[in-house]
């Protein structure tokens, strides 16, 4: 009988880990919770990753986000207005329908956004390229990150690390989702 080897190697993507943290959430009905974020980039400093990492009650994708597609996003739909929670849905390729808002409190605690006076809705705040200068320089700790939870930080040229067969964007998501519950276990 041929023993298979049951945990299957999962491809890898050398990260560089520049901040973890935690947030508190921003909802009047999670007083008191909070979640953990982690601020990633690639080796050539090229842009922030954002990952929401844990949080004390709903679920949440484990992805990473690339900073320049959150400031494109607002900077396309909002621009200097205030901005409703669900603009930054777009930004993740997971369905969670928390995802935004969980962004949205890490990147408050960073200082990048601030409530309005309208609920729900947030507007651009401090200096972004500042923050993004700052954070870059952080030595941080290099680190093997799942490559299906990193897409967003690899390089154009890199073909997806899909399994074999599967190409199209249903699958793709459904191999990220699988991945976030695997590495979330």
Known sequence: MTQTNDIEQKPQVELVLLKEASAPKLSKRSAGSSLQYRLWTDEKRSDVFWQI???????????????????????????????????????????????????????????????????????????????????LSIDGQPTSVNAALALAALPADTSEPMPKGKRNSRHRTSAVTEAEHADAA
Do not use: Y
């Open 53 to 135: 990492a844990a949080n004390d009650g709903g679920q949440h994708s484990l992805e990473l986000v690339p900073m320049a597609k959150i400031q494109a996003t607002i900077a396309a739909q909002a621009g200097s207005d205030p901005f409703r929670t669900r603009l930054l849905r777009s930004t993740f390729s997971g369905r969670s329908t928390n995802n935004a808002g969980f962004l949205v409190c890490a990147m408050t605690a960073e200082g990048l956004l601030l409530a309005s006076d309208k609920a729900h809705h947030h507007v651009v705040h401090g200096n972004w390229t500042d923050w993004l200068q700052a954070v």
